[in-house]
C-alpha cells in the first residue's frame, strides 16, 4: 500500500492516477476540511480530467484520512514555500511529514520525496530526521527523489505521458520506485542520486524562466523603439534553430517564479544570468503599471479613470493565484497609494479583493480600459464585447483595430 501524504496540486492527482491503475492508495492530509470534501466525493480545485480520475480511483478503492498509515512505501507532497527574503526553500512541511513518517512506518520502507527542493535538502534536511528517529538509511529506511514534472491545466495528460526522474542511494531501490510509478506513466523513467534529481528539477524550471525572461527582454526593447515584439519573436521562430517564448505580464505559480532564485541563494557569485532573469520577470507587473499610466495620458484617453484587470490567476484556465503578475501588480498599485483598479477573473469566485466582480459583463460596463492580465479562454471567445475599450492586451489575443500591447 502506497501512503501519499499531501493532497494538493500534486499530491492528489498522483494519489488518484496510481488508485485508478490499480495500486492500493491511502492520501492522508492534516487539513480536516479537505479531507472531509474529498470524502464527500468532492474534487478540491479544478483541473482538465481530475473529475474523472477522482472517479476511476474512487471506484478502485482509494481512501482519503488524517491520519498517516503504517506501510512500506510514503510519497510525500507537501509544498515547500520559499523565503521571499533569503530566496531560500523554506522545508518545514517535508521535515514535519518526513518526522510524521519516521513515527508510523515500518521498517524497510521507502520514503519519496515528490515536493520539490532546492539541491542539497534531502541531505541537509531529510538525512537527519531520519537518523533522529534511529533508523539507518539505506538499511532500516530508504529515501528516494523524484521531483514532479507536470503542468497546472495539463496535469492528468502530463502525470500519464511526461517523463520522469527517481534520484534513489541504491540503484535497487530506484528501480522499485520505476516500477511503482510505471504502473500508469508512459514516457520513459531515468534512475539517478538524489542530488542529480533535485539538481534537475529546478534546472529544468530556471530554464523556462530565463528564457520567458528574455522574450520579456525583448518586448522592453521593442517597447522603446516603438517595434512589433511579437512579429519579431515569430520570423525568429522560423530559424531552426531558434525557440523563443512569449512575453507577458509576468511570471507567477509556484514554480517557475520560485525555483531559480534557490541556485541565485545557494550560488549567489555564479547565477548571474539567472539571477539577471528573476528580476527581469519580477520587473514585468511594474513595467504593465507604467504602461497604463503611459497609456492613460495618450492624446485622447486622458479622460479614462476607470481600469479593469482582467485575471487574477498566474495563468490562463487554472484556479491558482500563487504569485500570480496580477497580485504583484496590485501590491504595486498599494505601494504608490492608489487603489482604483478594478479585478475580475472568472475562476476566482470567492470575494476576495477591494473593486473585485464576479461576472464579465458587469465588470466591463464598469470599465473603459481593461488590461488583459491572464489569456483565460473566456476572454479569448468575447473579443467582440471589448470593441468599445480601450485595450492593453499583455498577451497577443486580442485581435482589434487600436489594441495596445506592452
Ligand atoms: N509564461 C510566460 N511566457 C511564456 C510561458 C509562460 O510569461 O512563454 C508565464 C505564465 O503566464 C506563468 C508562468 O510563466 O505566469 C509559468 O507558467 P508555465 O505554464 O510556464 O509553467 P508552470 O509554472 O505552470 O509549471 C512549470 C512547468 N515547468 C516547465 O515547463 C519547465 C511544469 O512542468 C512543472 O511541473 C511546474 O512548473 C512545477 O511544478 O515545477
Not at 479622460?303 to 495563468?315: A, F, P, Q, S, W
Request: glycine share 6%; charged share 25%; with cysteine.
Amino acid at each position: 500500500m502506497v501512503n501519499v501524504i499531501g493532497l494538493g496540486y500534486i499530491g492528489l492527482p498522483t494519489a488518484l492516477m496510481m488508485a485508478s491503475h490499480g495500486v492500493e492508495v491511502i492520501g492522508t492530509d492534516y487539513n480536516e476540511k479537505l479531507v472531509a470534501t474529498l470524502n464527500a466525493g468532492k474534487t478540491t480545485f479544478k483541473e482538465n480530467g481530475l473529475e474523472n480520475l477522482f472517479q476511476q480511483a474512487v471506484e478502485m478503492g482509494i481512501q482519503f484520512t488524517t491520519e498517516y498509515q503504517k506501510t512500506d512505501t510514503y510519497i510525500v507532497s507537501v509544498p515547500t514555500p520559499y523565503d521571499k527574503f533569503s530566496k531560500k526553500v523554506d522545508p518545514r512541511y517535508v521535515v514535519a511529514a518526513v518526522k510524521d513518517v519516521m513515527k508510523v512506518c515500518q521498517k524497510g520502507a521507502i520514503v519519496v520525496v515528490e515536493s520539490t527542493v532546492s539541491p542539497g535538502t534531502m541531505d541537509r534536511y531529510i538525512r537527519p530526521v531520519v537518523k533522529e528517529y534511529g533508523f539507518v538509511i539505506g538499511e532500516d529506511i530508504h529515501l528516494v527523489h523524484a521531483p514532479e514534472r507536470i503542468i497546472p491545466g495539463n496535469m492528468v495528460y502530463e502525470l500519464l505521458h511526461n517523463n520522469r526522474t527517481i534520484g534513489a542511494d541504491n540503484r535497487e531501490i530506484g528501480e522499485k520506485i520505476k516500477t511503482l510509478y510505471a504502473s500508469f506513466c508512459q514516457g520513459s523513467i531515468v534512475v539517478t542520486d538524489i542530488r542529480t534529481a533535485e539538481m534537475t528539477k529546478v534546472v529544468e524550471n530556471t530554464f523556462r524562466a530565463v528564457n520567458i525572461a528574455f522574450a520579456n527582454e525583448l518586448a522592453k526593447i521593442c517597447r522603446h523603439d516603438n517595434m512589433d515584439v511579437y512579429e519579431i519573436i515569430r520570423i525568429c521562430n522560423m530559424h531552426p534553430r531558434v525557440n523563443i517564448l512569449q512575453p507577458g505580464p509576468g511570471v507567477g505559480g509556484h514554480c517557475i517564479s520560485v525555483d531559480p532564485w534557490f541556485l541565485v541563494g545557494d550560488y549567489p557569485s555564479l547565477a548571474r544570468v539567472i539571477d539577471e532573469s528573476m528580476r527581469t520577470n519580477d520587473g514585468m507587473p511594474d513595467f504593465v503599471l507604467n504602461r497604463i499610466y503611459e497609456i492613460m495620458k495618450t492624446e485622447g484617453l486622458e479622460d479614462i479613470t476607470r481600469v479593469g484587470l482582467y485575471g487574477l490567476t498566474y495563468k490562463e484556465n487554472v484556479d491558482d493565484m500563487r504569485e500570480s503578475p496580477t497580485l504583484q501588480l496590485l501590491q504595486s498599485q498599494a505601494r504608490h497609494l492608489a487603489s482604483g483598479l478594478k479585478v475580475y477573473d472568472p475562476f476566482i469566485t470567492e470575494d476576495i479583493f477591494k473593486n473585485q466582480y464576479h461576472d464579465l459583463n458587469t465588470f466591463l460596463a464598469d470599465i473603459d480600459m481593461i488590461v488583459i492580465m491572464v489569456k483565460h479562454a473566456e476572454i479569448r471567445e468575447n473579443t467582440d464585447l471589448l470593441a468599445d475599450k480601450v485595450v492593453l492586451d499583455c498577451h497577443n489575443i486580442i485581435d482589434l483595430p487600436g489594441v495596445y500591447h506592452i
